[in-house]
């Protein structure tokens, strides 16, 4: 037996994965860059896109990636910020955006996060690959293969830098996608968000080469990159009103074209959605019959972000569907019900209702202990 209750909420959904996002005619940003996309960070929800899925040179963009395996190996126990890296005479040799260290020069990793994040630098990215991999061949190996499980599929890296070689590219949506990656790891913030430090006591200089955390006070990274033949390449992340976006450019004329591209996206989105989040449900328990428990609480098996767009936040209609008992025994995890989100009588987002605990059946002496308090209660 089931019971519907049906309510209207005040809610607008927007889910990349549910129904097409409504995004402004590439005409109307006036983007200088051939190739870019808006993403929420969160959801992922795509809310502009041009050109997203050509393959292009993403110079030290690459890095992302870089930085991606580097925390997730902290995070993992592999790695630690006080670790002490060697530079090799092969790490030395990189040339391009650089910190000139010098054969067996050592630095903590969290110097030399500082280095490739802050500085862009070709020479502490492959200290740091040699470092975790024991090559670089194998780090790039493990870059391919991180970028394959993130469903990067237009992706090929050659080198953790992005220094120009033949087949080493990716496009603006890849970008994002692993740039979502990055930012699961909150620490990596407390880089990317750096305008300007020091390494080497203070002896060297560091300036971000992302202007924007300078000159756009919602800008939270992400990373920039420049070669001839790339051009101007940026993936931009910024936060404003607890949603976070992700701005990608790809081969942008020059420097102020790209940062100013990315402040458009970037405005763009923040002008015309916002992240809302659901309150969570509050259900009654489920009647469990003939379980060693009487009831089993329903949750909601998944409750995620929503991105909304300004002024639609109407006419959203939430059916949920509920057994009212159970039988014995029940899974942790059963599914239990489900709720529907629906605009014009077409399904926009479903999400199961499921069984928060196991409630194994009950057993004769359950059934004799049952018996004995029915009659005592009587």
């Not at 890296?85 to 650089?98: D, E, K, L, P, W």
Request: charged share 20%; aromatic share 6%; with cysteine.
């Amino acid at each position: 037996m089931k019971k519907v209750i049906s309510s209207i909420l005040s809610i607008a959904i927007i889910m990349m994965s549910i129904c097409p996002v409504t995004t402004k005619a590439e005409s109307d940003l006036q983007l200088t860059a051939p190739s870019a996309i808006l993403v929420e960070k969160s959801t992922g929800t795509v809310l502009y896109e041009k050109n997203a899925d050509e393959k292009l040179r993403p110079a030290s963009v690459t890095k992302i990636m870089t930085l991606l395996l580097i925390m997730e190996a902290i995070e993992q126990g592999q790695l630690g910020y006080n670790d002490i890296v060697t530079a090799s005479a092969y790490a030395t040799s990189m040339g391009g955006s650089q910190v000139y260290l010098k054969e067996n020069e050592q630095m903590t990793v969290d110097e030399m996060l500082k280095c490739i994040v802050i500085a862009s630098a070709n020479d502490a990215c492959v200290a740091m690959a040699e470092h975790i991999s024991g090559s670089v061949d194998q780090f790039v190996n493990r870059m391919n293969e991180r970028a394959e499980q993130l469903g990067m599929s237009n992706t090929t890296f050659v080198n953790c830098t992005g220094l120009e070689a033949e087949g080493h590219l990716t496009t603006a949506r890849d970008i994002s996608i692993m740039s979502r990656e990055l930012l699961k790891h909150e620490d990596i913030k407390k880089y990317t968000t750096i305008w300007m430090d020091s390494i080497r006591g203070g002896q060297f200089g560091l300036t971000n080469t992302n202007k924007l955390i300078r000159f756009y006070d919602k800008a939270t990274g992400l990373k920039t990159g420049y070669t001839k033949e790339s051009m101007y390449c940026m993936s931009a992340s910024a936060q404003d009103n607890g949603m976070e976006l992700i701005a990608v450019v790809m081969a942008a004329p020059s420097s102020d074209e790209r940062n100013n591209d990315a402040k458009a996206l970037l405005n763009y989105g923040f002008s015309k959605y916002v992240l809302y989040t659901p309150d969570t449900q509050q259900f009654e328990p489920v009647k469990v019959l003939k379980g060693k428990e009487k009831t089993v609480m329903p949750e909601m098996q998944q409750l995620t972000n929503i991105v909304v767009e300004k002024g639609t936040e109407k006419d959203i209609k939430c059916e949920i569907t509920i057994c009212q008992d159970v039988l014995a025994p029940v899974e942790q995890g059963q599914k239990l019900g489900q709720l529907n989100l629906s605009f014009n009588d077409s399904i926009l987002a479903s999400s199961d209702i499921i069984a928060q605990n196991a409630v194994p059946k009950a057993g004769i002496f359950d059934i004799f202990l049952d018996m004995i308090n029915y009659f005592l209660i009587l």
